[in-house]
Nanobody, 129 residues
Framework: QLVESGGGSVQLGGSLTLSCAVS??????????TGWFRQAPGQEREAVAA????????IYTDSAKGRFTISQDNASNTLSLQMNTLKPEDTAMYYC???????????????????????WGQGTQVTVS
């Protein structure tokens, strides 16, 4: 189960931190991948960032590099996305993502871990004006 929070409306250049409560995830080793995706009106859902709890390695898409930071608190099973220097083009519904029996998206972290995603939460809206 994935439950997002922290969305809202901010002005150009502002910051927001999204959170996602994660439960029931894992690859059998006790480690897991989680990530963030977003979808703007009329557009396809796109990846933003992902992280692997085994080694903390992360991956960011070009739109997120240098501005967004993904992190994971393994003790509380909470995924976060710190977003800085927000732009109007960041306006979208943001979804927390995790592995599912059937996965339709994947990202490879900096250390080579392939993170697959097939399950998304309900989303939290981010609006930048």
């Amino acid at each position: 189960q994935l439950v997002e929070s922290g969305g809202g409306s901010v002005q150009l250049g502002g910051s927001l931190t999204l959170s996602c409560a994660v439960s029931g995830n894992g690859d059998g080793s006790g480690y897991w991948c989680t990530g963030w995706f977003r979808q703007a009106p009329g557009q396809e859902r796109e990846a933003v960032a992902a992280i692997y709890s085994g080694d903390g390695s992360a991956i960011y898409t070009d739109s997120a590099k240098g501005r967004f930071t993904i992190s994971q608190d393994n003790a509380s099973n909470t995924l976060s996305l710190q977003m800085n220097t927000l732009k109007p083009e960041d306006t979208a519904m943001y979804y927390c993502a995790a592995r599912a029996p059937i996965n339709i998206a994947a990202m490879v972290t900096a250390t080579g871990t392939r993170c697959e995603f097939g399950y998304w939460g309900q989303g939290t809206q981010v609006t930048v004006s």
